[in-house]
């Protein structure tokens, strides 16, 4: 184990909670402590990256933002595994539908995620990995869900690379093999934690469609998302 503090978090082990929950924005990471926490501290603003400690229903709970795609969940998600003993990360975030049957605010729970990255080169595979959720923390999600009434569909994510996609039809073409929906972040965070031994869910809110052009409103986003937010604060201290 390295020392800490490490070049993107300044904290110790004992600032952070076993289960992290990982939100893209730093300031939703902020708006998650202050609205959902009780006793919420700063433990890290390296680089704006806000991560926040406090309590949930009587235990501790974290949260602090992945910025935005694979490189940047990957460097905060490795050392939160590696350094600073984290058991569990919750991704929430947002991700566009691919499927006809999913509507804008469902939730997604990625079961798998796939991607257009060569982040899994560096693992010196023979082979393709596929990047898959800790079964126990998407069962207690869908648990939770279906206790609380919450629309929801379990499947593959599509993790890109890319937000401005020069081509046209990537719904199409991940469409047609079942993946859900499309977000940036799943499938590293799914592999950095097999590598590291520990468990990682993403939950994802959908914010827009990309077969329909539907896309919600800054009201239903921030509605949608207290939802999102609520569920891994509960699946957070299962």
């Known amino acids: 184990m390295a020392d800490y503090p490490t070049p993107h978090i300044n904290a110790t082990p004992d600032d952070f909670a076993d289960t992290v929950l990982m939100p893209g924005d730093p300031l939703r990471a902020k708006y998650i402590a202050e609205n959902f926490l009780t006793d919420a501290r700063l433990v890290n603003n390296v680089r704006g990256v806000q ?26 998600s490795y050392e939160l595994y590696h350094y600073f003993d984290v058991k569990r990360i919750i991704r929430v975030g947002s991700a566009g539908a691919m499927q006809p049957n999913i509507a804008v605010r469902d939730l997604v729970f990625g079961l798998g995620a796939c991607t257009d990255s060569s982040f899994a080169n560096q693992f010196g595979l023979s082979g393709t990995f596929a990047p898959v959720c800790s079964y126990d923390m998407l069962k207690t999600a869908v648990e939770i869900a279906d206790t609380t009434g919450l ?88």
């Open 151 to 238: 629309k929801y569909h379990v499947g593959n994510l599509l993790s890109s690379d890319v937000f401005y996609n020069d081509s046209v039809n990537t719904a199409e073409v991940w469409g047609k093999m079942g993946v859900l929906a499309v977000e940036m972040e799943a499938a590293a965070l799914y592999m950095t934690a097999a590598r590291a031994g520990r468990e990682a869910l993403a939950i994802c809110t959908v914010s827009d469609h990309l077969l329909t052009g539907l896309a919600t409103t800054a009201e239903e986003r921030q509605n949608s998302f207290d939802e999102m937010i609520t569920l891994a604060l509960e699946l957070a201290i299962r």
């Open 51 to 76: 991560g926040y400690t406090g309590v949930y229903n009587g235990q501790p709970v974290s949260v602090m933002a992945s910025g935005m795609g694979m490189p940047s969940i990957g460097i905060y």
